[in-house]
């Protein structure tokens, strides 16, 4: 049926957004769209028709139901640093950016949890504790300035999942705008809930299952003593190794990071942290928390682990200004890697720890076979690897080929048994990779829950899915459009 309106359809709808979030909190001047166009993977974008700012979840509720009112597609923005295009508008879509949601609305120390609204920033959650002596622990390199609501959308990690887990593990309830703008709650302020785990669901759900508007989440004590252990080898095989060993000896460091040799050279480019040594083949981060007794020891074990398997130096922190010392160029890895090259495209695979050796030297061939050099930063411990291919899109051709390499390292990945994805997501980016994962029925039952929160595909079309159903969402939203008479821009 053709709904027909008297004034121009999107403007019937910009109107009722500026009713819901005041004129101020609504942005369609094509200058200002510029801004939203893509996340962390600038390759892709698609500028929104509408970005909305709202402040609270029954503004939230009241958006999305315009958007199923119309049939307009609609995508959940945090603060745009996800590297997979989880944030890519789609085209003709309202794109509902959550940063004016940045309060944090209870702090329960007694019960170890905070609650926040989606636009909190990361950071700002151990901020909050740390006076009492909490923190928040997983910590994405891009911490200081990515969202809650991204990390629960992207089930995020970061240096301290190793021992802790990722964001599903400390995510206790959420409360979420359904894509018809029903709002629910799912978990709740204690764990291990009855019923359906929909908390779990929705965690890593990428925004194609409706807004996080409140997210309660679990809050750790500090440990009572920390060391950084910085070991530096001739070869990143033998660091590698050494990753294997300390697991294998039953120890779990908080974290275990890798940086090769480029990426040591680009961080003491940028930052200088007089740590790295510069001919080193590679560098091993090793954070170890727990009782001071208990460090004192495993400190102590992991350096001869270290020893045997060929360091030339390991350097112990223990002072908080030393240990951050220490991290400093591992938290800079990736900007520093914006002064190798034009761009680089970040991949993120994951691989079982074992093939370590094996699948860094398929990754140096695969490097050399295209002629693309290759930086590797990764979250070593979790066999979570983060290949930056280094590139100039200037160049004709290039991104398409730094894309199908960046495709080759992914297939890699599964073939030795491990992911497409350790912590950045799906996206935009990765979806044609699914079938080398999962199945056809799997991908099918992955549909199934999907259309269970969102029938009409309404909520962030075109994401993780195979490229085939995605080029029908495509169709099939705009078709959505032309129904309800709005006309496109
Ligand atoms: C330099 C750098 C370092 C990084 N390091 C890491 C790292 O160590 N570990 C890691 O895991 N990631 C890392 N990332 C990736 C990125 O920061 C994370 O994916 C982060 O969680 C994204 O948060 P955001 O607020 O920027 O989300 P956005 O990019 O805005 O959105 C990401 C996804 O979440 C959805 N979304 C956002 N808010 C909501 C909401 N309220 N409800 C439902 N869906 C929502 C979006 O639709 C999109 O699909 C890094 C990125 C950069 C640029």
Redesign the pocket.
């Known amino acids: 049926m053709i709904v027909q309106t008297e004034a121009h359809p999107w403007q019937v709808v910009i109107e009722r957004l500026q009713a819901i979030v005041g004129s101020d909190g609504v942005v369609t001047a094509p200058e200002d769209l510029v801004v939203y166009e893509c996340?962390?993977l600038a390759s892709y974008r698609q500028k929104p028709t509408i970005v909305v700012l709202p402040t609270t979840t029954e503004q939230v509720a009241a958006v999305v139901q315009v958007c199923d009112r119309y049939s307009i597609p609609f995508?959940?923005?945090?603060?745009?640093?996800?590297?997979s295009g989880?944030?890519l508008p789609t085209e003709n879509c309202i794109l509902i950016v959550?940063s004016r949601m940045n309060q944090i609305l209870e702090i329960d120390l007694e019960n170890q949890r905070v609650t926040v609204q989606?636009g909190v920033i990361n950071a700002w959650v151990t901020q909050a504790v740390s006076s009492d002596g909490f923190y928040y622990a997983p910590d994405?390199?891009?911490q200081i300035?990515?969202?809650i609501?991204?990390?629960?959308?992207?089930n995020?990690?970061?240096?301290h999942c190793l021992k802790y887990g990722v964001t599903t593990n400390h995510v206790l309830g959420l409360k979420?705008v359904l894509p018809d703008g029903e709002v629910i709650d799912v978990g709740g302020k204690v764990p291990d809930q009855p019923g359906y785990d929909l908390t779990g669901v929705f965690v890593g759900s990428?925004?194609t299952l409706?807004?996080?508007?409140e997210i309660t989440l679990r809050i750790l004590k500090a440990p009572e003593a920390i060391h950084v252990l910085l070991a530096d080898f001739t070869t990143i095989e033998a660091a590698g190794a050494t990753v294997s060993d300390v697991i294998g000896a039953g120890i779990i460091p908080a974290g275990m990071e890798i940086m090769d040799n480029i990426s040591i050279n680009a961080v003491e480019d940028v930052v200088a942290t007089n740590c790295y040594p510069r001919d080193a083949g590679a560098v091993l981060l090793i954070e170890i928390d727990g009782s001071e007794v208990e460090v004192a020891t495993l400190s102590q074990q992991v350096t001869r682990l270290c020893q045997q398997n060929g360091a030339r130096n390991v350097t112990t922190a223990i002072e908080p200004e030393d240990r951050l010392r220490l991290w400093k160029g591992r938290k800079a890895a990736?900007?520093a890697a914006g002064r190798l090259s034009p761009n680089y495209f970040v991949q993120d695979g994951v691989i079982p720890r074992t093939q370590l050796t094996y699948v860094l030297q398929e990754i140096e061939a695969l490097s050399q076979a295209y002629g693309y050099q290759i930086a590797n930063v990764f979250?070593a411990g979790d066999g979570n690897l983060h290949p930056l291919i280094l590139y100039n899109e200037a160049v004709p051709g290039a991104l398409a080929k730094v894309e199908e390499l960046g495709g080759e390292i992914l297939k890699l990945c599964v073939r030795v048994g491990g992911s497409i994805s350790g912590?950045?997501?799906i996206?935009a980016d990765k979806r044609c990779f699914m079938p080398d994962m999962f199945s056809a029925a799997d991908l099918e039952t992955m549909q199934w829950v999907r259309h269970a929160f969102n029938p009409k595909e309404l909520a962030?079309p075109g994401?993780i899915f195979p490229t085939p159903r995605t080029c029908a969402e495509a169709a099939h939203s705009h078709t959505h459009l032309a129904q309800a008479g709005v006309d496109l821009f």
């Open positions: 996340d962390g995508v959940a923005r945090g603060s745009g640093t996800g590297l989880g944030a959550t989606p994405p390199s891009s300035i990515c969202s609501g991204g990390n629960v959308a992207e995020s990690g970061g240096v979420f990428e925004g409706g807004i996080a508007t990736f900007a979250h912590e950045h997501g996206g962030n994401k």
